[in-house]
């Protein structure tokens, strides 16, 4: 046997691995240079977009951001006070926008849902004097009540509201406003999915983990349909990690941005190409490491993160009593 041979063909197998990767890395990387193509969802200047779970959070930054990039901007939640209050506040920051509201509770549902697409088109007549359509849909509403808990501690409410938080209601909404995105000519509408890190299945998390990757599994499923279909509709679904809101009480870092930052570079990849694309530059490089560490490294330091805020769930608890 010539060694010199194996060496040889070794080495020349090692660099076309490293050549792949490095031409794997450099292209998903280079999505994030590309320009958004959002506006030509809104070429006229007067068309809406509907977010849910608007109030708070990157619900929030996504309405600040469409309206400042020229949309008319529903906003969804359960909340009409709130919901109120933050439409006055993005017509103050914007007045030449309009905005309207949907008050409908994800968590326990019923076939009332079916009832938003004569709401929205309700809202657009009154509103935009006919002139506007719907061809924006970012389903953002989500959440886990109880993070870092196991799954025995949880109840049967528990259970179901995460899913129908996270994944029901993301699937029936679009059900239903799907029909008004895809009329009118050309590229009609976009759909947005809000999809997490926690897809790869974490601890302590089993339920809302277990919904996000219902959400990749339905963006990827519903975007081959609407291509078959051929209904002009784009479906993609943005991969997000940590962000500082209302809601969750972090640190701003480079690693993790502000909600209104992430909304902004969500909106920044459309139509990157990609079905399922990490939102934000600093969240794909912490992702990698899903990709190319070993799954009990990656699981060892996220149980001592997911420790690590249960402990200071519990702490603040303490405070309130």
């Known amino acids: 046997m010539d060694i010199s041979n194996w060496t040889t063909t070794l080495s020349t197998i090692g660099l076309a691995t490293l050549s792949y990767l490095s031409y794997k890395l ?15 969802y809104n070429t006229s200047n007067k068309n809406w977009a509907l ?4 109030t708070d959070g990157i619900g929030f930054g996504f309405c600040q ?7 008319n901007v529903i906003l969804h939640g359960r909340n009409r006070e709130k919901l109120v209050q933050r439409a006055t506040e993005l017509n ?23 009832d938003i697409a004569e709401q929205v088109r309700d809202i657009i007549g009154n509103e935009g004097q006919g002139q506007g359509r719907l061809s924006v849909l970012v389903n953002n509403v989500g959440g886990e009540k ?3 808990v196991t799954l025995g501690t949880l109840k049967y409410a528990d259970v179901d509201a995460t899913i129908d ?20 000519q050309g590229r009609s509408g976009l759909i947005l999915n809000v999809s997490s890190l926690s897809q790869y299945g974490l601890p302590y998390i089993c339920i809302y983990s277990a919904t996000k990757g219902f959400v990749d599994s339905f963006t990827k499923a519903l975007e081959a349909e609407c291509s078959a279909e051929r209904c002009g509709v784009e479906v993609m ?5 940590e962000v500082k809101s209302a809601g969750y009480d972090v640190e701003s870092t480079l690693f993790v941005p502000l909600a209104r930052t992430l909304a902004k570079a969500a909106l ?48 603040k608890a303490f405070k309130r009593q």
């Open 51 to 54: 977010v849910t779970g608007a």
């Open 92 to 114: 103050t920051a914007f007045p030449e926008r309009k905005t309207g509201i949907v008050v409908l509770d994800a968590v326990g549902m019923n076939d009332g849902v079916d």
């Open 237 to 241: 679904g943005l991969r997000v990690g």
């Open 65 to 71: 951001e469409l309206c400042s990039r020229g949309f």
């Open 146 to 148: 109880r993070p870092s």
């Open 165 to 184: 938080k996270n994944a029901r209601f993301m699937a029936q909404i679009t059900r239903v406003l799907l029909p008004l995105l895809s009329e009118g």
């Open 268 to 315: 920044d990849r459309v139509g990157c190409g990609k079905v399922i694309v990490w939102a934000y530059f600093w969240h794909w490089l912490q992702g990698l490491s899903f990709e190319v560490m070993p799954r009990w490294v990656l699981m060892h330091a996220t149980i001592g993160r997911m420790m690590a805020i249960k402990k200071r769930g519990e702490e």
């Open 26 to 40: 450099t292209r998903q990387a280079s999505i994030y240079l590309l320009p958004s193509k959002l506006q030509r």
